[in-house]
């Protein structure tokens, strides 16, 4: 096992960008939440039809799962994500434990958007767009950062899964970002088309 590594560009890029779409989407639905406790009339710009309604979403118990509204735990978890990415730009290398740590909040984040894609579509009936964004990106983030610990070997598997990784980890965050949106297109396929 590689006691440091840092990672390529793309790599490095892909983490900043994904970083920086969390971000937004954390950003806006917190200030739409401020809004809304504000004025509890506010309709979200994001609240188009009644399955694409992000205020129904935002006021949900759902929204505040650890009693405090979930995006501004992004907003601290995703400017994590752009300080890695960037370091990495810069050429940083991390120890094995720090990579380690780094899959571990990517194994939380995408748990944690896991069960409030199955919230939001079976529970609150309600899609926003914002969380949408923030689902991509942390299951994009998920997947290449899993990927590179099992590459560089901080993370036991077989030689054919590394091999596997190396040539195609595209395959895996297209999988899941591609059943989520077959869930989504079925749960509403009445409205859909309609």
């Not at 940083?92 to 380690?100: E, H, I, N, Q, V």
């Not at 949408?132 to 598997?157: D, E, G, K, M």
Request: with cysteine; proline share 5%.
């Amino acid at each position: 096992m590689a006691r440091t590594a840092g990672a390529g560009r793309g790599f490095a890029l892909l983490t900043v960008v994904t970083g920086a779409a969390g971000l937004l989407a954390s950003w806006v639905i917190t200030l739409d939440k401020f809004k809304l406790l504000e004025n509890p009339r506010f309709v979200p710009g994001c609240s188009l039809n009644p399955v694409v309604s992000c205020g129904s979403v935002m006021k949900s118990d759902q929204a505040s799962a650890f009693g405090f509204p979930n995006p501004m735990l992004g907003l601290v978890a995703y400017g994590i994500v752009i300080c890695v990415g960037m370091s990495l730009l810069a050429g940083a290398r991390f120890p094995a434990w720090y990579w380690l740590t780094f899959d571990a909040g990517c194994v939380f984040g995408v748990g944690f958007v896991s069960w409030l894609q199955f919230e939001s579509l079976y529970r609150i009936n309600a899609l926003c767009l914002w969380c949408c964004l923030a689902w991509v990106a942390t299951i994009l983030l998920f997947w290449y950062v899993t990927s590179h610990a099992v590459r560089r070997r901080f993370l036991p598997a077989p030689e054919w899964l590394r091999a596997f990784l190396g040539e195609f980890t595209w395959v895996l965050p297209l999988l899941h970002i591609g059943v989520v949106g077959m869930l989504v297109l079925t749960r509403w396929w009445d409205f859909w088309t309609s």
